[in-house]
């Protein structure tokens, strides 16, 4: 991972797929299969482009997105597609004055040695966003493609639609538009240990506070190569008013991970999560959970 800095120079050039690709989903990823097969077919780098923090996370401090993807999470995603170099440009306040001209001509074509740019038909930059996809076709330095937007069920993919889907709880409908299950990655802390006595011992995950979290209820999902059963929620059994916490249940799994950065995969939700009579009664659908979670989800299809 490389920001403007580190970027070698090239006499070849490259071939440069650009955008914030928050999530990495279906759509994002034929802009970057558009920019591997030109940069394959010429026999040059494929360097994926984007931004941290979120522009809109400098552009709207008081409202920022909450976000699909931590950068770690995104630059795994977009390694496992096969480019060369990642490149995350710094996002700052002075970045964002620069007009859409110069990005073009001084970014693009200059510091990163653009022979082609991938973009969604949807890609604004520059100042005031101004800069669009007719801008870059109109540069002489490079070659644009503009991607279409990708659909599906008659709507775009988009980041946005796919944010609303996990916050309801949809991460089947999520992991569908994404291509992937939907990536929760944060670190394991220290519980109150209710789990290991009721005889369901979980690991307790501190999400970032800028990404989403699916709603509150009980899930099908993969951490550390091993199927997982999640619960998103305040524990109202035990809690009252108590805080959201993401517990994940390695299914034959023994080991200790407090204090490791784990990632978790959501498959599909199996329920709401509820209050019940007692801890007998929760542990009676715990188990019945964790059999339905071995009847969805496989090592296979395991994400770390």
Known sequence: MRNLDEVPSTADGRSLAVGTFDGVH????????????WGHANEVAVAVVTFDPHPLQVLRPDE??????????????IAGLGVDELIVIPFTKELS???AESFARDVLAGTLAARRVSVGANFHFGH???GDPALLEAQQEFETEVVPLMEEGGEPVSSS???DLVERGDVAGAARLLGHPYQLEGKVVQGDERGRTLGVPTANLVPPG????PATGVYAGTAADHVAAIN??????????????VEAYLLDFDGDLYGDTLRIGFLDRLRDEQRFDSAEALVDQMKRDVERVRELASPGRASR
Not at 28 to 35: F, L, Q, T
Not at 64 to 77: E, Q, Y
Request: hydrophobic letters at 40%.
């Open 161 to 163: 639609r796919i944010r």
């Open 26 to 37: 279906m759509g994002h990823r034929r802009v970057i299969d558009s920019a591997l097969r």
């Open 128 to 130: 005031g966003a101004t």
């Open 64 to 77: 920022p997105p909450r976000l699909l993807t931590s950068t770690a999470v995104k630059g795994d995603l």
């Open 232 to 245: 998103v929620g305040v524990r109202p059994t035990f809690e009252r008013d108590g805080e959201l916490l």
């Open 210 to 213: 800028d990404v989403i979290v």
């Open 97 to 99: 004055m620069l007009d």
